[in-house]
Nanobody, 124 residues
Framework: VQLVESGGGSVQAGGSLKLSCAVS????????MAWFRQTAGKEREGVAS???????ISADSVKGRFFISADNAENTLYLDMNDLIPEDTAMYYC????????????????????WGQGTQVTVS
């Protein structure tokens, strides 16, 4: 599976950005896709995830501000980020991993097997 993120950049606090992740080669029939973020010296943090049928979860720190979605026809994952704050500054990564039908998605890095290279988001 190959994932390529885009859409990062610099924005002022209170602004918005929309990240995209182009996914190719995903042959999983049951899977989760997710966005993570990481700053220097810190562990990678789960932001939001979505199942193949559209069920989503998000971290408390971004609830009501960030929204994950997927266009299955276009094989693209999105992250709409609103009301950005400086603490949202990080490298953002998309990821995908197989997940049994009866098991919900998580925001743990160990549940994801393929990762993109990341896109930088800077909020000032």
């Amino acid at each position: 599976v190959q994932l390529v993120e885009s859409g990062g950049g610099s924005v002022q606090a209170g602004g918005s950005l929309k990240l995209s992740c182009a996914v190719s080669g995903n042959t999983y029939s049951r899977y989760c896709m997710a966005w993570f973020r990481q700053t220097a010296g810190k562990e990678r943090e789960g932001v939001a995830s979505i199942r193949e049928m559209g069920i989503t979860i998000s971290a408390d720190s971004v609830k009501g501000r960030f929204f994950i979605s997927a266009d299955n026809a276009e094989n693209t994952l999105y992250l709409d980020m609103n009301d950005l704050i400086p603490e949202d500054t990080a490298m953002y990564y998309c990821a995908v991993g197989p997940r049994p039908f009866s098991t919900p998605c998580t925001l743990g890095t160990s549940d994801y097997t393929s990762w993109g290279q990341g896109t930088q988001v800077t909020v000032s």
